[in-house]
């Protein structure tokens, strides 16, 4: 009789850690965080106690300054005369330094407010194209003894001043020319300021006339215009003379300018 028997299989090892060991291991894990987190609360909340303290130790400190000070006006209290005096010295250069700084403010603050309020300076100086001798209407160089203060005020076509505000301008002229005898009955030289207005046509501003007297071949004399009249936004100003060929275009013989008020 053959017996047969069977071994029972082995058991199967267990590889992962212990239900214990991972319990402890989260744990530690949470504790750790809401150590990390409880710390940084801890540091905000000592950073702003820190604040709080210096800002107390500071008003402590003023008012101690200001109780000794009075002490030394009164004359009370134990303090020698030095120390009396060294505080009153520093406290009269504080409130000096205070009022100065104020004083400072103050003048910038007026300075700021008074240079806004200011307008623009507009000016205009220019001297004669010796380029052109036959227009009635005098032109003007773009280069040389050539003014232009602001954008406000420019010379358009080489002819005329044109301004871009309103107000009252002094405006001047002068024409210096060739007065020779000629022959009897010559007209006489005159020389005009005009005016062209966008809401107005054309007008004379000034006017003068000089004479052709003089015996010599060409004897110069010169003419000079100017007055203060109103502008409007837009407006021009030009120099009309009757005969352009005796205009003297030299250096600084015939000019024309503006001046805002």
């Known amino acids: 009789m ?13 590889t ?13 894990t949470v504790f750790l ?8 609360f801890f540091a905000v909340y000592l950073h702003r106690r820190l604040d709080k303290i210096d800002e107390e130790r500071n008003l402590h400190e003023d008012f101690v300054f200001m109780k000794m000070i009075q002490r030394c006006t009164k004359g009370e209290g134990s303090l020698s005369l030095l120390n009396c005096e060294e505080i009153r010295s520093q406290f009269e250069g504080f409130v000096k330094g205070i009022m100065l700084n104020e004083e400072t403010k103050k003048t910038e603050k007026t300075f700021e ?3 806004g309020d200011q307008e623009p300076r507009i000016a205009a100086h220019v001297i004669s194209d010796a380029s052109s001798k036959t227009a009635s209407v005098l032109q003007w160089a773009e280069k040389g003894y050539y003014t232009m203060s602001t954008k406000l005020v420019e010379l358009k076509y080489k002819k005329q ?13 002068q024409v210096t020319f060739c007065a ?14 005009c005016l062209r207005s966008p809401s107005e046509s054309e007008r004379i501003l000034l006017r003068a006339t000089n004479t052709h007297s003089s015996t010599k071949l060409c004897g ?29 275009h030299g ?5 024309f300018g503006l001046l805002k008020l």
């Open 2 to 14: 053959i017996e047969t028997y069977s071994q029972p299989s082995p058991r199967s090892v267990a």
């Open 251 to 255: 250096t600084g013989f015939t000019s």
């Open 113 to 115: 407010m008074q240079k």
């Open 16 to 28: 992962g850690p212990p239900v214990g060991m991972k319990i402890f291991m989260y744990l530690l």
């Open 180 to 193: 020779n005898q000629g022959a009897l009955g010559q007209v006489p030289f005159i020389a005009s300021i």
């Open 33 to 40: 965080i809401a150590q990390m987190i409880g710390s940084a």
């Open 161 to 173: 001043l044109t301004v871009q505000r309103q107000g009252f301008y002094y405006i001047y002229a």
């Open 220 to 248: 110069q004399q010169t003419i000079h215009l100017g007055g203060v009249f109103e502008l409007q936004p837009g407006a021009s100003v030009f120099v009309n003379v009757t005969d352009p060929s005796l205009v003297n």
